[in-house]
C-alpha cells in the first residue's frame, strides 16, 4: 500500500504563481523526499527533509514537515513552464537501516505560459 | 559520471516471451532498486539489493519475475514468460547507503517501456 498520498492529484496554475502540494504518510519516518518527474523521463530527487526538521529551503522551493500530523507540503514559488511535471513524496523508516523508499502517487503540476 | 544506465529505452514483445531488462547504476553506489510505473499502481517497490545482495523482494508480483545482481555494476530484472498486464515503465534506482540513517537520495534512471502485446 502506499505510504504517502499528495493532494492535490492534479493542478494547474499561471506561470509567476506559487504552487502548494500536500503528502500525507501513515507510519513514522526518519526522512522525507520530493521528487520531480518530467514526462517520459525518470524520477529526480529535489530535496530531504528529516524528521527533526520543520522546514527546509532550497532554491524555489520550501518543504515542511509536520510529524505530529503526518503531513509535509512543498512550495515552489514563482512558478515556471519547466516546472510542468509530476511530483511525488517518498518516506523511509521506521527503523534503523531503511533504505527503501515509499512513494505516493503524485500530483501531476501543470504550470501555464 | 553518466547515471543510472539502463537498457533497453523500449521493449515490446508478445505474450509468453521472455524479457530482460538491464540496469547499470552509479559507480560506488551500494544499493539498487528496481521500480514498476502504471497509472493504476503508480511506482511500485519490487525489489532492492544492498552490496549484490537481495535484501526484500516482497514486492515482486509473482514466480514469472526475478532479478539478479552478479556484480556491484550490473542488475537485471527478467519476466518469462511474459502477460499483457506486465505492460509498464520499469525504473532503476541507485542510491549510496550509509550507516544506520543514512541520507538515501535515489538516482533513477530513464526507464525502460514496456509493452506486452
Known amino acids: 500500500s502506499q505510504q504517502g498520498e499528495e493532494d492535490p492529484q492534479a493542478l494547474s496554475i499561471q506561470e509567476g504563481e506559487n504552487a502548494t502540494m500536500n503528502c500525507s504518510y501513515k507510519?513514522?519516518?526518519?526522512?522525507l523526499q520530493w521528487y520531480r518527474q518530467n514526462s517520459g523521463r525518470g524520477l529526480v530527487h529535489l530535496i530531504l527533509?528529516?524528521?527533526?526538521?520543520r522546514e527546509k529551503h532550497s532554491g524555489r522551493l520550501r518543504v515542511t514537515l509536520d510529524t505530529s500530523k503526518k503531513s509535509s507540503s512543498l512550495l515552489i514559488t514563482a512558478s515556471r513552464a519547466a516546472d510542468t511535471a509530476s511530483y511525488f513524496c517518498?518516506?523511509?523508516?521506521?527503523?534503523?537501516?531503511?533504505?527503501?523508499?515509499?512513494f505516493g502517487k503524485g500530483t501531476k503540476l501543470s504550470v501555464i505560459p | 559520471d553518466a547515471g543510472v544506465i539502463q537498457s533497453p529505452r523500449h521493449e515490446v514483445t508478445e505474450m509468453g516471451q521472455e524479457v530482460t531488462l538491464r540496469c547499470k547504476p552509479i559507480?560506488?553506489?551500494?544499493?539498487l532498486f528496481w521500480y514498476r510505473q502504471t497509472m493504476m499502481r503508480g511506482l511500485e517497490l519490487l525489489i532492492y539489493?544492498?552490496?549484490?545482495?537481495?535484501?526484500?523482494d516482497s514486492g515482486m508480483p509473482e514466480d514469472r519475475f526475478s532479478a539478479k545482481m552478479p556484480n556491484a555494476s550490473f542488475s537485471t530484472l527478467k519476466i518469462q514468460p511474459s502477460e499483457p498486464r506486465d505492460s509498464a515503465v520499469y525504473f532503476c534506482?541507485?542510491?549510496?547507503?550509509?550507516?544506520?540513517?543514512?541520507?538515501?537520495?535515489?538516482?533513477f534512471g530513464p526507464g525502460t517501456r514496456l509493452t506486452v502485446l
Open positions: 539489493f544492498n552490496n549484490n545482495v537481495p535484501i526484500d
Open positions: 507510519t513514522s519516518i526518519n526522512n
Open positions: 527533509i528529516r524528521s527533526n526538521e
Open positions: 534506482a541507485s542510491s549510496l547507503a550509509r550507516g544506520t540513517y543514512s541520507y538515501n537520495e535515489q538516482f
Open positions: 559507480s560506488g553506489h551500494n544499493s
Open positions: 517518498a518516506t523511509d523508516g521506521p527503523g534503523a537501516g531503511s533504505y527503501q523508499l515509499t
